[in-house]
């Protein structure tokens, strides 16, 4: 037998089936809302490492770079991020989002003000 206690009411009385079907309800659209925060999430966490490799800046320079952008152009963060991890898999990025990625990691600089070179040592 279903408590309220699920619902948020503080009695320990049955649930009617209406009460239920709201809380089932209730509780697909959190676990819905849950499922894609954790995606993006994700997707999000994947191009801010692609733009620290490809450009050679912090992951904290890169993750600002994104946001940036996506600001900038007037972009969802999650559709700019899905495109950084679809170009890095081959697919193409828009020029416009391309080129102010590659503006704004070229205006990135390290603790040191300036961004880290490759080593040359063999």
Known sequence: MA???LSGCPSL????????ARDVRRLCAENERLRRALTGDAVRNQ?????????????EDACRALREVARRIGTDLDDLAAGV????QGGDLPHEELGELRRVLDGCTGDSGRREQPSTAT
């Open 3 to 5: 408590l309220s206690g």
């Open 13 to 20: 009385e049955p649930l009617s089936e209406t009460e239920l």
């Open 47 to 59: 191009a801010v490492g692609v733009l620290a490799v490809l450009g050679r800046v912090t992951p």
């Open 85 to 88: 991890v679809r170009f890095a």
